[in-house]
C-alpha cells in the first residue's frame, strides 16, 4: 500500500483543514487507518484511527470533539477533519496503514505503511 497524504496549509486559530490520504492498491478496506503527527521539537503522536472491521474510531484525548476521521472506501481515502484548530496543532501529520490489535492502535510501531508527511500551521 503506498499513502499519499495532502490538504495541509496555514490556518488560524479556530479555523478548519480537511488532511487526505490517498492509498494505493485493492486491499486499502482491509487495513486500519490512522493518522499520526509530529510537532517541533516533539516525538510523533497519535491522533486517530478507524478499524478495518467495523469502522470503530479512535481520538487522542487533545483531539476529541474537533477531529473526525473517517474513509472512503471507493475512493481508497482516508481523510482528518480538523476543526477549532489550535496552535498547539501545528505539525506534520502523517497517515498510516496496518493490522494492529485494540491495544496498540495508538502505536506508531504497529503500522506497516506510511505516507510523506502535510505540514499543518496555526497561527494564534
Known amino acids: 500500500v503506498q499513502l499519499q497524504a495532502s490538504g495541509g496549509g496555514l490556518v488560524q486559530a479556530g479555523g478548519s483543514l480537511r488532511l487526505s490520504c490517498a492509498a494505493s492498491g485493492r486491499t486499502f478496506s482491509s487495513y486500519s487507518l490512522a493518522w499520526f503527527r509530529q510537532g517541533p521539537g516533539k516525538e510523533r503522536e497519535f491522533v486517530a484511527a478507524v478499524r478495518s472491521s467495523g469502522g470503530y474510531t479512535y481520538y487522542t484525548d487533545s483531539v476529541k470533539g474537533r477531529f473526525t476521521i473517517f474513509k472512503d472506501n471507493a475512493k481508497n481515502t482516508l481523510y482528518l477533519q480538523m476543526n477549532s484548530l489550535k496552535a498547539e496543532d501545528t505539525a506534520v501529520y502523517y497517515c498510516?496503514?496496518?493490522?494492529?490489535?485494540?491495544?496498540?492502535?495508538?502505536?506508531?510501531?504497529?503500522?506497516?505503511?506510511w505516507g510523506q508527511g502535510t505540514l499543518v500551521t496555526v497561527s494564534s
Open positions: 498510516a496503514a496496518g493490522r494492529p490489535i485494540l491495544s496498540e492502535i495508538q502505536r506508531s510501531t504497529a503500522y506497516f505503511y
